[in-house]
């Protein structure tokens, strides 16, 4: 397995998961990567490296083609996203592939479904679903093979195949193996004579045709029709132009057909609402027949073209929707019969103009996912789409609502909400109903104070509460334990947290710019944080108790700006941490045992310009150790006149392991301009640098070895040079000298 730390995490991150490289590589077999925005260029190509996956779910993305995955793969959901031809499938075992809701159409002016590479798929592909697509025949997918011609494939081991809801207007899907034929919802005109060679054939359904043919059902199916081969072979039974039943005498096993062509009343439209919904969904001067309307799962329509301002009252009569995107337009309110979508499962209203939450919404029973905010995503970045940056920053078009009403806790299967920067003051006190919720996102509003039982939202794994004005946290906020990603408390008016806090299992956690003047003793029950940023509070002398040191899993730590003025000499213990950030607070010395945290890579001891805060006057010898370090910033501390040993001789080198020698060959970046550096160590020139700085100090000379360093700019104003060494003309690179 050769996943690294950070496509680990983005994994877990995808999937709300927190499984190690072992667990994903070889212990998966199934994935579920549904409505994550995947794109063709943002797609983890590395989820190939899965090699154990069998089923894969990719629903409800932005994919136009099939990204490289493992090739167990038997099952795969690719419903809901943009193909316009059928996708390469590569050397795959697939048995299912779903592309349903898709913009699959013919290619060319061909009556083709091509795919991207115009080779046959697998010849163990047992069921294909290609409804809710725009075919205009139902033809067999075909390839171009050595300059020959247009070539048929042939599926031996297909049993079922879904045509329905599409625009086909004549039957043909030459596969006799077939057991189940779906082209329900089309315009079918015409019947092939073909028909009659599918000696498998248990279930074909022409329902809702737009022209159902039952005269040419009757040629192929009827066992008085003359000359029909299947004359022989089967027997009809008909009622008020319905097949009830056909059975195959030969094998005697059932056949079904279903013909039906009853309308359903809940569905029906008039001749004004079908123009109404096909200007307002498509704007396609080809027409869609109201069956056709009505069956819509998905509505995605975007401000760029469509800047809608109301809803007409005909679309609660979709009532087979299931994902409706209304992101980026101008509406204020939805129709009264928005609520008799029942089987909305998907909402996205970010960035209308909605002054209260719309009440209908509150009606719908399987809503799992609902965006009403005025969320960054408005701006696709994860499509590359940047030019659409000034169609989303208009501020006229946002949602704003200070209160939720209370009938929001019927929304028990709601599983993602998100709220952010929309003005709210407060939460209705039932809003710990919605136990289901695995994702809440309230960043960005004007809360003071959350529900008093807050925390039996205990299946919440992501929780943003950014820049809001909490002074406090209810008592049972570390109920919370599921939350394993990241907590954002940053930007509030927090002075304390609940005992119960401790409880969390939170992997990062940002608790800057509040008004915190400690923090409790217990603090160093979160064991598994990760990274912790508490920057920016009200300490009057922060100080890192000796509890911290058990937070033996930091990985990435931030006190900037907190008036710390010692480092305990147990803080070498922390040997995950990787990254340190300790710039403008009050630090005078760095203990000897520091280079114990061996791990670090990432060390800012550095004052901004105008803060004289840090006051280190020298590195300890150990210093030595420190052999990751690729960025060290420790300029403007003023007070720094020797930078001690710092760097390990090769002699000494050699004596160590191989990360001081990799060390000294890494490229890094150094910062020590605005300090009192008088001398530089001998073998300064042996270092690796990326950028580095000197200015501003009080060197007087430099090292003999500063010549391998070989510059094309250097900047040594502002020092006390009286000479350079002579093997300073060993700088041939150098084109900018500024002394």
Not at 146 to 170: E, V
Request: proline share 4%.
């Amino acid at each position: 397995c050769d996943l690294q730390n950070f496509q680990i995490k983005e994994l877990n991150d995808l999937t709300w998961e927190n499984k190690s490289d072992v667990d994903w590589c070889t212990g998966t077999t199934s994935i579920n990567l549904s409505g994550k925005q995947l794109t063709d260029s943002n797609f983890p190509s590395w989820l190939s490296l899965l090699r154990g996956l069998i089923n894969v779910d990719l629903s409800n993305n932005r994919l136009t083609r099939l990204p490289s995955l493992s090739s167990p793969i038997q099952n795969i959901n690719l419903s809901q996203n943009n193909f316009i031809r059928l996708p390469s499938i590569g050397s795959f075992l697939l048995k299912n592939i779903n592309l349903s809701h898709n913009q699959i159409a013919p290619n060319n002016g061909f009556y083709t479904i091509m795919s991207d590479d115009y080779n046959c798929w697998s010849n163990t592909i047992e069921s294909i679903d290609l409804s809710h697509n725009q075919l205009t025949a139902g033809y067999a997918p075909i390839h171009y093979a050595n300059n020959i011609g247009w070539t048929a494939c042939t599926f031996p081991s297909l049993q079922r195949m879904d045509f329905s809801y599409n625009n086909i207007t004549q039957v043909f899907f030459h596969n006799p193996s077939l057991t189940s034929l779906d082209y329900s919802n089309n315009k079918i005109s015409f019947l092939y004579d073909e028909l009659s060679s599918y000696k498998r054939l248990k279930y074909l359904n022409l329902s809702w045709t737009w022209n159902t043919a039952l005269g040419d059902l009757s040629a192929l199916f009827e066992s008085t029709a003359s000359g029909s081969t299947y004359a022989e072979k089967v027997g009809v039974t008909w009622r008020d132009d319905k097949v009830m039943s056909i059975r195959n005498k030969g094998d005697m096993s059932p056949l079904e057909i279903k013909v039906d062509r009853s309308y359903d009343n809940e569905c029906w439209l008039t001749e004004a609402e079908v123009a109404e919904l096909n200007t307002f969904l498509y704007n396609s001067p080809d027409m869609l027949s109201p069956r056709q309307i009505c069956a819509t799962a998905t509505v995605w329509l975007f401000s760029l073209w469509s800047n809608k301002t109301s809803i007409p009252e005909s679309f609660g009569k979709l009532k087979n929707l299931e994902y409706v995107d209304l992101s980026a337009n101008n509406l204020t309110s939805l129709p009264s019969s928005f609520s008799k979508l029942t089987k909305l499962t998907t909402l996205k209203l970010n960035r209308n103009r909605f002054t209260t939450f719309p009440i209908q919404i509150t009606n719908l029973p399987n809503l799992t996912t609902l965006y009403i905010g005025n969320s960054a995503s408005c701006i696709p970045d994860i499509l590359g789409w940047n030019w659409w940056q000034p169609y989303c920053d208009n501020s006229s078009s946002r949602n704003y609502m200070t209160t939720l009403p209370s009938e929001i806790k019927n929304l028990t299967k709601l599983q993602t909400l998100t709220l952010n920067g929309i003005g709210l003051k407060s939460l209705p006190e039932d809003m710990d109903k919605l136990v289901n919720l695995i994702s809440l996102d309230l960043q960005d509003n004007n809360l003071i104070g959350l529900p008093e039982h807050f925390g039996n939202l205990t299946n919440l794994v992501h929780l943003n509460l950014e820049r809001n004005q909490l002074i406090s946290l209810s008592n049972d906020f570390g109920n919370l334990t599921k939350l394993n990603g990241g907590l954002n408390l940053a930007w509030q008016q927090l002075i304390e947290l609940p005992p119960s806090f401790g409880n969390l299992r939170i992997l990062s956690l940002d608790l800057s710019w509040n008004n915190l003047t400690e923090l409790p003793v217990w603090f160093g029950g979160l064991s598994n944080l990760q990274s912790l940023t508490i920057l920016n509070n009200r300490w009057s002398s922060f100080k890192l108790s000796n509890d911290f040191g058990q937070l033996s899993n930091l990985q990435k730590l931030n006190i900037q700006n907190s008036k710390l003025t010692t480092i305990p000499i147990w803080f070498g213990n922390l040997d995950n941490l990787t990254e340190v950030y300790l710039r403008n607070n009050k630090i005078s010395s760095l203990p000897d045992d520091f280079w114990w945290a061996n791990n670090i890579q990432i060390l800012d001891i550095g004052n901004d310009m105008g803060i004289w805060a840090n006051a280190l006057v020298t590195l300890p010898d150990s210093f030595t150790g420190m052999t990751k370090i690729v960025s060290l910033k420790l300029e403007n501390n003023k007070t720094l006149k020797n930078l001690g040993k710092f760097l390990p001789s090769p002699k000494v080198c050699a004596l160590m392991d191989f990360s001081c020698i990799n060390w000294v060959n890494q490229k890094k970046d150094l910062y020590l301009h605005n300090n009192a550096i008088q001398a530089l160590p001998e073998n300064f020139g042996d270092l690796k640098l990326n950028t580095f700085t000197l200015y501003s100090n009080q060197l007087n000379t430099l090292p003999e070895s500063f010549y391998k360093l070989n510059r094309s700019s250097l900047d040594l104003h502002d020092n006390s040079l009286t000479h350079l060494p002579e093997s300073f003309s060993g700088m041939t690179q150098l084109s900018t000298l500024d002394l």
